[in-house]
């Protein structure tokens, strides 16, 4: 079984910075693709990131150049540093990764989240 321990989140001023990390942990080969993603209440889940196993990146467009997500093959941990935040609905980040527990097939699995909320 794998699993996604997400970290990280809390209260948070405008503009200010907070570092978000996932953990993955299990039975695995190989993770590929690790993403994280967002919801606030009453929305849709949006992608906010995805890192490849070979580092290459994706960003929301509105999020490009405050966002920066980064990876730890050998620890099998990604991380999204998020500065300069504006001020939102409370949201949850959820962390995605797209993982080879099978002899053949990947399947994609997700964390539990955890909420970051702006404080006035």
């Known amino acids: 079984q794998v699993r996604l321990v997400e970290s990280g989140g809390g209260l948070v001023q405008p503009g200010g910075s907070l570092r978000l990390s996932c953990a993955v942990s299990?039975?695995?080969?190989?993770?590929?693709?690790i993403s994280w993603y967002r919801q606030a209440p009453g929305k849709q889940r949006e992608l906010v990131a995805t890192?490849?196993?070979?580092?290459?990146?994706y960003y929301a467009d509105s999020l490009k150049g405050r966002f920066t997500i980064s990876r730890d093959n050998r620890k099998n941990t990604v991380s999204l540093q998020m500065n300069s935040l504006k001020p939102a609905a409370p949201a949850v980040y959820f962390c995605n990764a797209v993982v080879l527990d099978t002899p053949t097939v990947p399947r994609t699995y997700w964390g539990q989240g955890t909420q970051v909320t702006f404080s006035s």
């Open positions: 890192i490849s196993r070979s580092d290459s990146t």
């Open positions: 299990g039975i695995f080969s190989i993770i590929y693709d």
